[in-house]
């Protein structure tokens, strides 16, 4: 079955360190990945995507991702967390269906947690 | 602003009153889709729409129906609604898919906590 699994229920950094939040998938052909945040009260806001091409993303708040085939990973990286960066971060992707529903298969969420 | 909406952003209700969860984008997006968030399930889909007239059945579809009739919405309906109903609920929407190419992002509403008694 194809599936994401994020790790870690929650990961707990100190403002000023290096975050990372994990991300393993499992589907079939060459996927495309996601990462999205929420904010309490708030909807999915998308970060960063990765389709082909350097393995390294940078997408918005200055988070990147790094994409690893062999590890079949895409793990959420910022070099100096922020106390605002403090969310629920979700991984998704979407695999080749052959067809046309476009589907995410979203991971169960990874609460970041930025203490000052 | 480009943008998703939904509404109501908060609904309690009682079990078997039927409700709508409207939603909306004004990207002139193709396709749109309808997730419900549950914890330790992450988002998992319930219907989507490739175009107007055009839905079909995501992972989760009991109990819901759906209807496109303009491009810019896409209502959620719950002609029954149960207890195991209750959820946060979000639509997403994109650009057209063009053959095997499912690129381009999703753009989610800010989401509907919906609770049934």
């Known amino acids: 079955a194809q599936s994401v699994a994020q790790p870690e229920d929650q990961v707990n950094v100190a403002e000023g360190n290096p975050l990372t939040v994990k991300c393993t998938y499992s589907?079939?052909?060459?996927?495309?990945l996601f990462w999205y945040v929420q904010y309490p009260n708030r909807g999915l806001q998308f970060l960063l995507k990765?389709?082909?091409?350097?393995?390294l993303v940078k997408g918005s708040y200055g988070f990147e991702a790094e994409f690893n085939k062999s590890q079949t990973s895409f793990h959420l990286k910022k070099p100096s967390a922020l106390v605002s960066d403090s969310a629920l971060y979700f991984c998704?992707?979407?695999?080749?269906?052959?067809?046309?529903?476009?589907?995410?298969?979203f991971g169960t969420g990874t609460l970041l947690a930025v203490q000052p | 602003e480009a943008q998703v909406t939904q509404n109501p952003r908060y609904l309690i209700t009682v079990t078997g009153k039927k409700l709508t969860v409207t939603c909306s984008q004004n990207?002139?997006?193709?396709?749109m889709s309808w997730y419900r968030q549950d914890p330790g399930l992450g988002l998992r889909q319930i219907y989507y729409s490739m175009n107007v007239e055009v839905t079909d059945k995501g992972d989760v579809p009991e109990g819901y129906k759906v209807s496109r009739k303009e491009k810019r919405n896409f209502p959620l309906i719950l002609e029954s609604p149960s207890p195991n109903q209750t959820s946060l609920y979000f639509c997403a929407s994109s650009l057209k898919w063009q053959g095997e190419d499912f690129r381009n992002t999703q753009y989610f509403g800010p989401g509907t906590r919906l609770t049934v008694l």
């Open positions: 998704a992707v979407r695999p080749h269906y052959g067809g046309a529903t476009n589907k995410l298969i």
């Open positions: 990765y389709i082909t091409g350097d393995n």
């Open positions: 990207m002139n997006h193709e396709y």
């Open positions: 589907v079939s052909g060459n996927p495309y």
